[in-house]
């Protein structure tokens, strides 16, 4: 098979590792694909939603299969794009169409639908730009922690959670009057808090069948102990220690089967990934969100996993052929740390130089953010490497990443040193 990931980033470079893996994958193309991607595949320098460039170049290569990466190409349409073209229609893709893209493009959507469908959630109430004075009178009945939700995508940016009514007024007024998010905060959710320990649950449902891969925790704030600023994710573990058998057999019973069934009452065909953001409420899964793709970093520890043939799952998938297929994982453990550039999520610079980063059997280096120039690798974006260690305990995989990690070096590297700590100590409790 020839095939197509779009994306450029580390979700990217471990994917496009994972298929390159399969017997079935012949030619591997990325676009526009990252110095990392260029070394598993070839980079194609076409935007993730210039649709006509890539329909165009899927007939040039007479492409079988695109797996679409990130979520903007998917909640902007690129399946029903290719679906209502005649030349394209007989390409395979794994990504959802406009409408079940909604599960992660529109909180408010995915809000109702998980109602509809009896999905454990928090309870929540939307507003709408005209009724700012209102939701600021509804936050006075709220007791804190508050949590504010944009309804549109916002780059992961879209959440706060303040600690007093007055912070949450103010906040509320800004999304809503202000537009701080832009067209994405012209909606706005004030959701119930939930108290609890988080995970990510990851399926790929042809939306009738589906397979359940690894789980992962993410690290979402910039610092170590979870303190600063929200980031896409600064660090991944899987497997995740609470998440035993009995846990993931209610998250499957009680969220995974009701969503793929209820996409499949309302109508919305999906053949895709569907990442679940879970919070571990006393033992009771509640969702957060759903995002419509794979999450990142979390791929980066989660493909490391998988034993079964990627390819053979992909296309399955996005033929309609999933019922019956096994999904095999590997017991290890995957540790992934992502090193950032100096001052993101907020400014920071590029084009620094890279060292260290050889060849190790020590962990594996997925590329985020960087660009190949000459013989040199530079920083090109906030978050710039994933490094994933394996083991077969938490210990070992973690000893791992970081022994890599400390290995590569530019001016301003930046990376949390406690990832996987807290799993650590929840292990120990566990055994105690
Ligand atoms: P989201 O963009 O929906 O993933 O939210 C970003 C982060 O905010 C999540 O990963 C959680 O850590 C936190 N969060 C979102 N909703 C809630 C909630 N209802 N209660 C507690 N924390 C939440
Ligand atoms: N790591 C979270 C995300 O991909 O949204």
């Not at 507003?127 to 309804?151: G, I, M, N, R, W």
């Not at 009701?258 to 996409?263: E, I, K, N």
């Not at 990627?310 to 095999?328: F, P």
Request: with cysteine; charged share 25%.
């Amino acid at each position: 098979m020839n095939i197509l990931i779009i994306g450029n980033g580390g979700r990217e470079h471990a994917l496009a590792w994972k298929i390159r893996q399969s017997s079935l994958c012949n030619k591997l193309y990325i676009a526009p694909g990252n110095a990392g991607t260029g070394q598993v595949g070839e980079n194609v320098s076409i935007a993730v939603d210039d649709f006509e460039g890539l329909g165009k170049f899927c007939l040039d290569k007479k492409l079988d299969l695109v797996v679409v990466g990130p979520e903007v190409p998917l909640v902007k349409g690129i399946r029903d794009y290719f679906e209502s073209h005649e030349n394209l229609k007989s390409i395979a893709l794994v990504g959802p169409g406009q409408q079940g893209a909604q599960l992660e493009g529109s909180k408010d959507f995915s809000k109702q639908f998980m109602i509809r469908h009896g999905v454990p959630t928090a309870k929540a109430r939307t507003f709408l730009s005209h009724e700012s004075a209102e939701a600021v009178k509804y936050l006075e009945t709220c007791t804190p922690p508050l949590v504010l939700k944009a309804d549109g995508l916002a780059a992961g940016k879209g959440v706060i959670i303040t600690s007093s009514v007055m912070e949450a007024q103010q906040a509320i007024k800004e999304m809503l009057e202000e537009k701080k998010f832009g067209e994405a905060s012209s909606k706005v959710l004030v959701e119930e808090f939930l108290d609890g320990i988080e995970l990510s649950v990851f399926v790929l449902t042809d939306g009738n069948d589906y397979v359940i891969l690894p789980e992962a925790k993410d690290y979402k704030r910039i610092g170590d102990g979870d303190t600063g600023p929200n980031t896409g994710g600064m660090g991944a573990v899987s497997p995740v220690a609470f998440a035993d058998a009995a846990f993931m057999k209610k998250v499957e019973e009680k969220v995974i089967k009701p969503t793929v069934l209820g996409l499949k009452k309302e109508s919305i065909p999906f053949k895709g990934f569907i990442f679940i953001g879970l919070m571990n409420v006393k033992g009771e899964p509640q969702v957060i969100e759903y995002n419509t793709r794979m999450g990142d970093p979390e791929t980066e520890a989660v493909m490391t996993r998988i034993e079964s043939d990627l390819v053979e799952l992909l296309s399955a998938c996005a033929h309609g052929k999933l019922k019956g297929k096994q999904i095999t994982i590997s017991p290890n453990y995957a540790v992934t740390v992502v090193m950032a550039s100096g001052g993101y999520p907020d400014n920071f610079e590029k084009g620094k130089i890279i060292s260290g980063i050889g060849e190790s059997d020590e962990a594996l280096v997925f590329h985020a953010g960087t660009l190949k120039r000459e013989n040199e690798i530079l920083t090109h974006g906030g978050r710039v490497l994933a490094v994933t260690g394996r083991g077969k305990n938490l210990v070992d995989a973690t000893a791992r990443a970081y022994a890599r990690a400390r290995q590569i070096t530019w001016e301003g590297v930046y990376y949390r040193k406690d990832i996987g700590q807290d799993l650590a100590r929840v292990e120990s409790e566990l055994r105690n």
